[in-house]
């Protein structure tokens, strides 16, 4: 039978904006939800370094152990218009209208929260912390302005993956980001177009000259917006594309980086045109070592829960990603959420539940692994 709480804390949170740079109203009530129940609770200063409306959340219930395990969701969503306005389609949750759901990853963060809120009155095995990030969906921003050696557990799971419960992330790519600011000479375009430099026609002839898609097994490069121009009979003077390049391989990822840059500069070249491109490297990938201690206790919870694990690999990134370059050990867990980013989102009452048994399952093995640890030491 679902957990009618978690469903209400789910809808509730859903509804409640937050994309990226707007948490303060969601942080304020997870916060203030967070400290009812007598947690120990804290905002850290990552909310101007990560240009959001908050900071990264951290949150701690002590166990009947001395160890501690950490849960990570962010708080933000992508961009949309309109009010979400969550609907229950026979055990589905879906969103009412074109706009997103929040499932991602507010599915998580709901889970969290009933974790800790079953705990309160009786201690779990182990001690849990929770990180609520902010700025997530735009550069994993909260997660790297996080101080991972606040953390007093010595491993996390990061509930974060559109998928179905059960697959354990163990590789994801390094991406980099392209940004190309095209610079032309604006002239009327009916009277005197000669005198221009078309800089729209110079991303364009960039943008043909790139390999696009799903260039390999392991890497991708896309062209995600073109904008420029200021009216239909002005030849325009300037034009920007973001694009980005993706590969488990990080060298890789850099090298098809390269190749975009390259591509723009000879657009620019071919129209006249200036071109001034940057690349930044918004995360690193990670393959995540087969004795990671992490890795072991989300299989074993899996399995305690009634899941068979299955390791995979993403194309995305998440907050493991910042979390493991700053050496923290942690693993990407898939979270029972569909669709994420459109407006076919869509997350199960039995999903919901699911995650929250296989959070109980990692703290059931957690402190079973502590104890077998200490009668070794013993």
């Not at 190749?259 to 071109?275: N, P, R, T």
Request: aromatic letters at 4%.
């Amino acid at each position: 039978m679902a957990n009618q709480r978690l469903l209400e804390t789910f809808v509730r949170l859903c509804e409640i904006r937050s994309p990226t740079g707007e948490e303060r109203e969601v942080a304020d009530t997870i916060l203030a939800e967070l400290r009812a129940l007598g947690l120990e609770v804290s905002e850290d200063d990552a909310a101007a370094p990560a240009a959001a409306g908050a900071g990264n959340i951290l949150a701690r219930l002590p166990g009947s152990s001395e160890k501690w395990v950490m849960f990570c969701a962010h708080i933000d969503t992508v961009p949309h218009r309109g009010q979400i306005e969550v609907v229950d389609d026979g055990g589905v949750f879906r969103s009412r209208g074109e706009t997103i759901l929040g499932a991602d990853n507010k599915a998580a963060v709901a889970v969290f929260m009933e974790l800790v809120a079953r705990h309160v009155n009786e201690p779990p095995p182990v001690g849990i912390e929770l990180l609520l990030t902010v700025a997530e969906e735009q550069g994993l921003r909260g997660a790297k302005a996080f101080d991972t050696s606040s953390l007093r557990s010595a491993c996390g799971f990061v509930a974060d993956h559109a998928s179905s419960i059960g697959e354990v992330i163990v590789t994801s790519p390094t991406q980099q980001r392209v940004i190309a600011d095209f610079t032309g000479v604006e002239a009327h375009a009916g009277i005197r177009p000669e005198d221009g430099s078309n800089a729209i026609a110079a991303a364009a002839a960039a943008i043909s000259r790139m390999e696009l898609g799903r260039l390999d097994e392991s890497s991708t490069a896309n062209v995600g917006v073109i904008e420029g121009g200021t009216s239909g009979n002005v030849v325009p003077g300037h034009c920007r594309i973001t694009a980005e390049a993706r590969s488990l391989d990080a060298s890789r990822a850099a090298e098809l980086a390269g190749a975009l840059s390259e591509a723009c500069a000879w657009g620019a070249s071919e129209h006249g045109c200036d071109v001034d491109v940057r690349v930044e490297e918004l995360f690193r990938g990670y393959e995540v070592p087969r004795s990671s201690p992490s890795l072991g206790l989300a299989e074993a919870g899996l399995r305690r829960a009634g899941f068979e694990p299955l390791r995979t690999a993403t194309g995305g990134g998440s907050d493991a990603n910042a979390l493991i370059a700053a050496g923290f050990d942690c693993v990407l867990l898939a979270n029972g959420t569909h669709a994420n980013h459109t407006a076919d989102e869509s997350v199960s009452a039995s999903g919901l539940d699911a995650m929250l048994e296989v959070c109980e399952g990692i703290l059931v093995e957690a402190a079973e692994s502590a104890t077998e640890a200490a009668e070794i030491s013993g």
